[in-house]
């Protein structure tokens, strides 16, 4: 059974930093497409960053720059660095994993809190 465990989430102040974790289990990790998105209260859930089985990087035009995502396959696991951080990056952040093999599964997400 595939299952995605976010951690790292947790209240900063603007302009500060923070790494979110994504543990992965119940899968062949490489062969997974792999990406974080984000859900604000009253928005929609939109992509933040993601990265392919090849280590491609995609970014969302609002955090390019300042969010950094990158994994181990080694540890089953994805990160994303976020710096300079701002308000409205405050939303609910989940990992997601993508294959033909595996199908798309998401995990619980962790909030992130930026405050002015």
């Known amino acids: 059974q595939v299952q995605l465990v976010e951690s790292g989430g947790g209240l900063v102040q603007a302009g500060g930093s923070l790494r979110l974790s994504c543990a992965a289990s119940g899968m062949i990790f490489s062969i997974n497409d792999m990406g974080w998105y984000r859900q604000a209260p009253g928005k929609q859930r939109e992509l933040v960053a993601d990265?392919?089985?090849?280590?491609?990087?995609n970014y969302a035009d609002s955090v390019k720059g300042r969010f950094t995502i990158s994994r181990d396959n080694a540890k089953n696991m994805v990160f994303l660095q976020m710096n300079s951080l701002k308000p409205e990056d405050t939303a609910v952040y989940y990992c997601?994993?993508?294959?033909?093999?595996?199908?798309?599964?998401w995990g619980q997400g962790t909030q992130v809190t930026v405050s002015s």
């Open positions: 990265i392919d089985s090849g280590g491609n990087t």
């Open positions: 997601n994993s993508y294959s033909s093999y595996y199908g798309n599964y």
